[in-house]
């Protein structure tokens, strides 16, 4: 097993590194030897430089940041309110549930559930939102996944 080093990143390295990750069980060492192609077989060429180590040769979409919860581009979302499910997902940074935008869980469950009577309605996202992560089977309730504080 190789040596093991502490290094300090700062939080938009973290960030970054948390929405690269393909499922809860892949640690930060993992993420990065996979996106340095450490490990790729029969690499005979120089280590790439410093954008190419990372695929950024043209801008990568974005994850979206919230409350201490990364969710990576393309998690799925839904919702389920007053007896209609809502499905979207995470497009570059943004929440794109049923062709509109929106910035946060909160804002994408005020912006699209009505009341019975039809009426539009304040609703706190955190409670109703549940995620699936790409590459994952699992659905997760988004509160599930803040960070305690």
Do not use: C
Request: net charge positive.
């Amino acid at each position: 097993m190789a040596e093991m080093k502490t290094i300090e990143i700062d939080f938009e390295v973290h960030q970054r590194i948390e929405a690269a990750r393909k499922g809860f069980g892949e640690t930060p060492n993992t993420v990065l030897r996979r996106l340095l192609e450490i490990d790729r077989p029969g690499r005979a060429t120089p280590p790439p430089g410093p954008t190419q180590a990372l695929g950024r040769s043209k801008r990568e979409p974005r994850p979206w940041f919230g409350k201490g919860v990364t969710l990576p581009h393309g998690t799925l979302v839904r919702m389920d309110y007053n007896g209609r499910v809502h499905s979207g997902q995470i497009d570059d940074g943004g929440w794109l549930v049923e062709g509109k935008r929106f910035k946060s869980p909160s804002g994408a469950a005020s912006g699209i559930a009505v009341t019975g009577r039809g009426d539009k309605t304040r609703l706190d996202g955190w409670k109703y939102w549940s995620v699936k992560l790409p590459a994952s089977d699992v659905w997760h309730h988004i509160s599930t996944l803040r960070r305690a504080g």
